[in-house]
């Protein structure tokens, strides 16, 4: 069951986002996404957040906590250069997925934005300081950078609709089950 349902949601999609409708110029983005798409690329946002996914799958040392009190990656690698990487998750929908980084450390976009802005929150040798450094965004910068993420929802995603909606477990519909035949009786009298 498990294989099977891993078959259907990879079959599964969110790709008609403003940011797709935009790129298939369909309709285009605002001003202010625009320029946060542009703040985006220039603070290099897009290289660990890359292609179609937003993710380049691949873990590392943002800063989100000390080192040694989270080791993340290294507890399947024992690699020590692992310590403190955790995946790049994919930047679709994440509008939808508060509170963010993998302890829910941070409440809302502008949090992980003002994270990023300051250049994280810990140091640790593996952290690479061309990508995670305090990049001195001004508080129209980073509102604009937001307004961005924000494109990055599939409006079907969060209205529950095909074929994001929710399956409908037996247990909650109106179906009754009809008990039929004549039943056995089994180990301690139990029909």
Known sequence: IAMAIATFERTV????TRFDQAVAQIA?????????????NQS???????????????FHNIGVRPQLEDTGRFQVTGNANNIGEFRTPSLRNVGLRAPYMHNGRLASLEDVVDFYNRGGDFDAPNINRNLIRPLGLSAPQRSDLVAFLRTLTDARVTSGSGPFDRPMLYSES?????????????????V
Do not use: I, K, M, W
């Open 174 to 190: 109106s179906r009754v089950p009809q008990v039929f035949g004549n039943g056995t009786t089994g180990t301690g009298g139990s």
């Open 28 to 40: 285009p983005l605002s001003a202010a996404e625009t320029r946060g798409q542009g703040v985006f």
């Open 44 to 58: 290099r946002c897009n290289v660990c957040h890359a292609g179609t996914l937003f993710s380049d799958n691949a």
């Open 13 to 16: 999609y969110s790709d008609r």
